[in-house]
């Protein structure tokens, strides 16, 4: 079964920093990968789907990559604000037809 | 925008009660999950469908839930009876592609507190 770390659980930045947020996996044959975001009592809304060919992807100021090889994908948020506070999920999806969540990092960005 | 509709938002019921849940796809999404999402944990898959059929239900408790996609669009997902340990938030989610390819977009989920 897939296991899916995300480091770190909770981070606090000033408003205007960038910031990393990591995603591990333990199974490498991914058909792709997706990055979301979640509000407090609130679903996810997707910000970005990498597939497994690709290196990266580019939305804004977001910026995902991924490393299958490695099991490994980052989301870099440039110029953070305090709207971008929430906690952010990432999700393989494996040849099973699955997503498999970690347990997100929640963001909180101060003004 | 298109989006994936659920309801009811909330709901709060005695242990031993039937719950129901029901979600409306983004029109043409072929492919439909639910999740259920226990607090301060990722979402785990309870149930997949494409069109009509059930792909995955491997982790559905089949004593209690069962879900339902009869006309290929909206689907229903049921708890009978509820248990304490099935409060929760319940997701659902559809795709455009064949199961297992495409982005996955995410409804905004109905909240279970089992009393």
């Known amino acids: 079964k897939q296991e899916v770390t995300q480091i770190p659980a909770a981070l606090s930045v000033p408003e205007g920093e960038n910031l990393v947020l990591n995603c591990s996996f333990t199974d490498s044959a991914i058909y792709n990968l997706q990055w979301f975001r979640q509000d407090p009592g609130k679903g996810l809304t997707s910000l970005l789907l990498?597939?497994?060919?690709?290196r990266e992807q580019t939305s804004g100021r977001l910026n995902a990559s991924l490393d299958k090889s490695s099991g490994r994908s980052t989301l870099y948020i440039a110029a953070s604000q305090p709207g971008d506070s929430a906690t952010y999920l990432c999700a393989p999806q494996t040849g099973a037809n699955n997503l498999f969540f970690g347990t997100g990092t929640r963001l909180t960005v101060i003004p | 925008e298109a989006e994936v509709a659920q309801s009811p938002r909330y709901k709060i019921t005695e242990k031993s009660q039937a719950v129901a849940f029901w979600c409306d796809p983004i029109?043409?999404?072929?492919?439909l999950y639910w999740y259920r999402q226990i607090l301060g944990q990722g979402p785990e898959l309870l149930v997949q469908f494409q069109d009509e059929s059930v792909v995955d239900d491997s982790q559905l408790p089949k004593d209690r839930f069962s879900a339902e996609r009869l006309k290929g669009v909206d689907s229903t997902l049921k708890i009978q009876p509820a248990e304490l340990g099935d409060s929760a938030m319940y997701l659902c989610?559809?795709?455009?592609?064949?199961?297992?390819?495409?982005?996955?977009?995410f409804g905004e989920g109905s909240r279970l507190t089992v009393l």
């Open positions: 989610a559809s795709s455009l592609e064949l199961a297992g390819t495409g982005e996955l977009f």
């Open positions: 029109s043409g999404h072929a492919t």
């Open positions: 990498i597939q497994s060919s690709q």
